[in-house]
């Protein structure tokens, strides 16, 4: 469990942030500013912790300015801000990363997994959670868990991707470029055209390039990620062995 602190003058955004922390089964919330002054004192009084977000433009001390009072508190350091003119004073203040508001659930947990992507403990490697959230644009409850053994297919629609599993098809608000970032790590999946991700155990055929999916979805794979799909095949294709 990484513990986390949120630091910033506009508490609507304090509870925005709290509910894509609480969406995260990694991160608990321990306390939360919107007196940056007040965060430094008990910041630097206090223990280290995991991750501290925290915005930019504040009263009194700007984000940059507490982050380098408080830099060596905090493990990592994301800046959440409305204004992309801070980006080059985020990267001089040594942060992890740089959330431009208004930010989605989608591009959150990205940034999350790529800042946390498993941590080792002794000589064994802590497994990854085998499940995300992402936030429907058209059912409810808004957040659905999915889990990545259910994932048949990612389908790119425009700014969209369609989640395809067994059970249904879930529409959230995310390029295929951020949902290729967080199963990038997950050799289950491969990309085989620019608009389709699919988990590889879900094929049911494959009829020269086009892939029929379990769920009767049909994908041609692209030029551009024909060699990788043939290496993939040409690995798991089971072939008779030459007469001599």
Do not use: W
């Amino acid at each position: 469990m990484y513990k986390c602190i949120i630091i910033d003058d506009e508490q609507h955004a304090i509870d925005g942030l709290k509910k894509y922390i609480d969406s995260v089964p990694e991160l608990t919330l321990i306390q939360s500013y919107t007196d940056p002054l007040k965060a430094l004192k008990s910041i630097t009084e206090g223990e280290a912790v995991d991750l501290i977000l925290m915005d930019v433009d504040m009263p009194k001390i700007t984000g940059i300015e507490l982050s380098k009072a408080i830099r060596s508190k905090t493990d990592k350091l994301i800046f959440t801000t409305a204004h992309t003119k801070y980006a080059y004073d985020a990267f001089e203040a040594d942060a992890d990363a740089f959330l431009l508001k208004p930010y989605t659930l989608g591009k959150f947990v990205i940034t999350i997994n790529k800042l946390f992507p498993g941590e080792k403990q002794g000589d064994a490697v802590m497994e990854k959670e085998d499940f995300f959230f992402v936030k429907s644009k058209e059912e409810s409850p808004k957040i659905i868990k999915i889990k990545y053994k259910d994932v048949i297919a990612v389908e790119s629609k425009l700014n969209y991707v369609m989640i395809h599993t067994a059970t249904k098809n879930i529409l959230t608000y995310m390029s295929l470029t951020e949902m290729a970032k967080i199963l990038n790590n997950n050799d289950d999946f491969i990309q085989l055209h620019r608009s389709f991700i699919v988990r590889k155990d879900h094929m049911e055929s494959i009829d020269g390039n086009t892939i029929k999916m379990i769920n009767g979805v049909q994908i041609t794979v692209g030029d551009h990620y024909r060699k990788e799909f043939t290496d993939f095949i040409n690995v798991r294709l089971i072939k008779a062995g030459k007469k001599n």
